[in-house]
Nanobody, 125 residues
Framework: QVQLVESGGGLVQPGGSLRLSCAAS????????MGWFRQCPGKEREFVAV?????????YYEESVKGRFTISRDNAGNSLHLQMNSLKPEDTALYYC?????????????????WGQGTQVTVSS
């Protein structure tokens, strides 16, 4: 049974940094596509970043986080990370880790079969 467990969320001041982690178990993730999404109350879950395998690892970011966030994972795919720098109040959300065996560029929540429970990130002074 596939399990994804996020950690690393918290309260941080604007301009600060956080590093989210996602521990994956119960499956083979080395060639899976893995991503981060976020959701605010009353809003739809939105794409943040994705990392996929096609011989080499490729990454892709939502426009508003480019240059501030970095997605990475270990070679076995069992740990996924999101380094978040220069955080802004608008980054406040519940952040989810997602994984799927498909290897395409998966940008929509419906593309993913496996989800974590989420970790809260609050950016406020």
């Amino acid at each position: 049974q596939v399990q994804l467990v996020e950690s690393g969320g918290g309260l941080v001041q604007p301009g600060g940094s956080l590093r989210l982690s996602c521990a994956a178990s119960g499956g083979t993730f080395s060639t899976s596509t893995m991503g981060w999404f976020r959701q605010c109350p009353g809003k739809e879950r939105e794409f943040v970043a994705v990392i996929r395998w096609s011989g080499v690892q490729h990454t892709y970011y939502e426009e508003s986080v480019k240059g501030r966030f970095t997605i990475s994972r270990d070679n076995a795919g069992n740990s996924l990370h999101l380094q978040m720098n220069s955080l802004k109040p608008e980054d406040t959300a519940l952040y989810y880790c997602a994984a799927d065996p498909k290897t395409g560029l998966l940008l929509h929540p419906d593309d993913y079969n496996y989800w974590g429970q989420g970790t809260q990130v609050t950016v406020s002074s």
